[in-house]
């Protein structure tokens, strides 16, 4: 998601659809002087999305930041899976290096059951949850549960 690919050149059809657009697909607003028509696209693949005035382009542009936290959740995380986690855990993935250029790293936070079994632990901006905290049951008896018509 780092990334920031450059539009890709449109094909004919897109390039048709984009001049046609005399509104913009996401506000309805029709383009103006003030508020241009933009070519809208994924800043990751580069492909092209759709026509949209600059304001909400501007709205919809990616924006990066540290604090973007991803979650693993594992069903029965606590008995089984943390432990072996936990045990081949790697200090690299919680380097920082300071301002003064000195290397430090970072806590890995961790909610505890007890002293051997963690409910949910982060490293970096990935929290690693257990599931089975929040549903009781086997995963087999829960989706049996599941009505089979969809």
Not at 142 to 150: F, Q
């Amino acid at each position: 998601m780092s990334v920031q690919r450059p539009i890709k050149p449109l094909e004919k059809v897109e390039r048709y659809a984009h001049e046609i657009a005399t509104t913009c697909r996401i506000c309805k607003s029709p383009f103006t002087e003030s508020n241009p028509k933009c070519h809208h696209h994924n800043h990751v693949s580069g492909d092209y999305l759709l026509a949209a005035c600059q304001d909400c382009n501007l709205k919809l542009k990616p924006k990066f930041c540290r604090h973007v936290v991803v979650v693993c959740l594992f069903h029965n995380l606590a008995s089984y899976d943390s432990a072996f986690i936990l045990k081949n855990f790697d200090k690299k993935y919680v380097e920082r290096v300071n301002a003064n250029g000195t290397m430090s790293f970072d806590d890995v936070k961790a909610i505890f059951i007890n002293s051997e079994k963690t409910m949910q632990f982060q490293i970096k901006n990935v929290v690693f949850a257990d599931s089975f905290q929040f549903l009781s049951a086997s995963l087999d008896t829960l989706v049996a549960t599941l009505r089979k018509s969809g």
